[in-house]
Structures are given as C-alpha cells and as structure tokens.
C-alpha cells in the first residue's frame, strides 16, 4: 500500500469514528494509532522483516494525515461560519 492510499485511508476511518462518536480531541491521537497499526499489519502480512521501518512509516503518515485532517477541518469550519 502506498503512503498516499494509507493517509486516505486513515482520514476515512478517522472520519468514521468522529463521526461515531470519538471526541474530537483524540482524533490526532487516533491517527496516529491507526497509521502505526495498519502498517505493522502489512508488514505482518508481507512477511517483512522491517517492523521498525513499517511503525516509523506509518507514524509519519499519521501524523501528517492529523495536521492534514486539522487543516481542511479548520477550513471548513470557518467557512460554514
């Protein structure tokens, strides 16, 4: 999986879960959580040796789908104001 489709992926989920109910506080945290996750997942699944690399990947990726989400959130909230 790329790192794009995994930063869609996160902000689907994370969407989801705000949506269900998650505070918005703990989106970040969930992100990153969720980043991490799913890339020891794949690596699991790939038979990798790299699970530094796939937890450091998928941190990376998480944190920067949190400052994207905080972007485009902020956005839309001053924009619907």
Known sequence: MT???LAAM???ITEIAKNLGLPSKYCSL???ILG???SLIEAV???S???YGAAVNG???GLTTTGSY???DKMMNKKNS
């Open 70 to 72: 905080a972007a485009v």
């Open 59 to 61: 941190l990376l990726v």
């Open 45 to 47: 699944v790939e038979n």
């Open 36 to 38: 991490v996750t799913i």
């Open 10 to 12: 996160i902000v689907g």
């Open 3 to 5: 790192k794009s489709e």
């Open 30 to 32: 969930f992100s990153v």
């Open 49 to 51: 040796d790299n699970y």
